[in-house]
């Protein structure tokens, strides 16, 4: 059984109930202000996207996902580990943001699903965020284009 309920809820929430929690954080904004008509709610959309985007499918790992076309640096704000606003990261025209796995990440999760792929979803996602480390190798690399 599992012994550290965090990670095993973490792993729940990121790869088996992903589907509600876009909706449910949109409800919970929106319950402290942040209306649909806000000017940053666009903004606010895209970055919920983003995060999940971001998100590697193990059990059907692919090179890359579709990219996004962005006003904003995410590449180099997730540099400053977010300590300055978004608004700093500002670009003067449009940019394609990428999604690209390098191809240590690829041989890990090719690895890890040879080795567990067979276990149920419970807790073959709870075994791969302890076992695919460090967990930046989880997700997806963004790539800023001009």
């Not at 202000?33 to 499918?57: A, H, M, S, Y």
């Not at 076309?69 to 608004?87: G, H, Q």
Request: proline share 4%; aromatic share 12%.
């Amino acid at each position: 059984a599992p012994t550290r309920l965090n990670s095993l809820y973490a792993a729940r929430l990121i790869y088996m109930e992903s589907s509600w929690i876009k909706e449910v954080l949109e409800k919970h904004l929106n319950n402290f202000g942040f209306k649909t008509d806000n000017p940053k709610w666009k903004t606010i959309q895209e970055v919920i996207n983003i995060c999940l985007k971001e998100r590697i499918d193990l059990r059907n790992t692919k090179d890359s996902s579709e990219p996004i076309i962005t006003m904003y640096d995410y590449v180099a704000w997730k540099e400053t580990k977010f300590r300055l606003p978004l608004e700093h990261f500002k670009l003067k025209k449009p940019a394609k943001l990428n999604f690209a796995i390098d191809n240590v990440q690829k041989e890990r999760i090719v690895s890890f699903n040879k080795e567990q792929g067979k276990m149920k979803d419970w807790g073959f996602f709870y075994k791969a965020q302890d076992a695919i480390v460090p967990r930046s190798q989880l997700l997806f690399k963004l790539q800023i284009e001009s």
